[in-house]
């Protein structure tokens, strides 16, 4: 079975550090884009970044560029989402998906859908 | 990247049709057939329900169907469901940044 096994729930203060994790299991982790969706509280999904975990070639989306880290570490078929600082307005709930993608030329790769989605991890930052 | 625009909510009686309308730009939904949509149960994850603008994945029923003219795809929903009131999303690829973006999402009533 495919699936998408994501770490459980964190309650941090401000400015503490969080490292968030996302397993794959059932299909070759290596073979396809990740990507990181927030979700905030009663709010739309947002596209945060994505990660390919064969080379770690990752990309974000303006809003997330310098506000949060995407890894992946191949050897144990896991990603990771992660903040050096965290803030009140990161409470939400972060969802990995395994996104479906086609290669355009280059560095250059159409974002199609994704497919499989992890159950969430809930983050709570208050003082 | 701004999100595309979807109506807020929806509502329909049991086994009449809905339209869900996703309005973008010609840099995402009317630029590429890669539109999808994903429903939300409340405290479950998305789950992806249309993609490629008019395909089914494996186990979605065929009461879910999508189309698109120019810059707007929409979501049918036919023989309206009490288990399908839920939050609807869709999604592009959006060349503006060669990446992602969501639909700012519909809430889906069954009356």
């Known amino acids: 079975e495919v699936q998408l096994v994501q770490s459980g729930a964190e309650v941090k203060k401000p400015g503490e550090s969080l490292k968030i994790s996302c397993k794959g299991s059932?299909?070759?982790?290596?073979?396809?884009?990740l990507a990181w969706v927030r979700q905030m509280p009663g709010k739309g999904l947002e596209w945060m970044g994505i990660?390919?975990?064969?080379?770690?070639?990752?990309r974000y989306s303006p809003s997330f560029q310098g506000q949060v880290t995407i890894s992946a570490d191949k050897s144990i078929s896991t990603a990771y989402l992660q903040w050096s600082s965290l803030k009140a307005s990161d409470t939400a709930m972060y969802y990995c998906?395994?996104?479906?993608?086609?290669?355009?030329?280059?560095?250059?790769?159409?974002?199609?859908?994704?497919?499989?989605w992890g159950e969430g991890t809930t983050v709570t930052v208050s003082s | 990247q701004s999100a595309l625009t979807q109506p807020a909510s929806v509502s329909g009686s049991p086994g009449q049709s809905i339209t869900i309308s996703c309005t973008g730009t010609?840099?995402?939904?009317?630029?590429?057939?890669?539109v999808s949509w994903y429903q939300q149960h409340p405290g479950k994850a998305p789950k992806l329900i249309i993609y490629?603008?008019?395909n089914r994945p494996s186990g979605v029923s065929n009461r879910f169907s999508g189309s698109k003219s120019g810059n707007t795809a929409s979501l049918t929903i036919s023989g309206l469901q009490a288990e399908d009131e839920a939050d609807y999303y869709c999604?592009?690829?959006?060349?503006?940044?060669?990446?992602?973006?969501f639909g700012t999402g519909t809430e889906v009533t069954v009356l």
């Open positions: 998906a395994r996104h479906r993608a086609g290669h355009c030329g280059g560095d250059c790769y159409y974002f199609y859908y994704m497919d499989v």
């Open positions: 059932g299909y070759s982790f290596t073979g396809y884009w």
């Open positions: 990660i390919y975990p064969g080379d770690s070639d990752t």
């Open positions: 010609s840099s995402d939904v009317g630029a590429y057939n890669y």
């Open positions: 999604g592009s690829y959006t060349s503006s940044s060669s990446l992602y973006v």
């Open positions: 490629d603008v008019n």
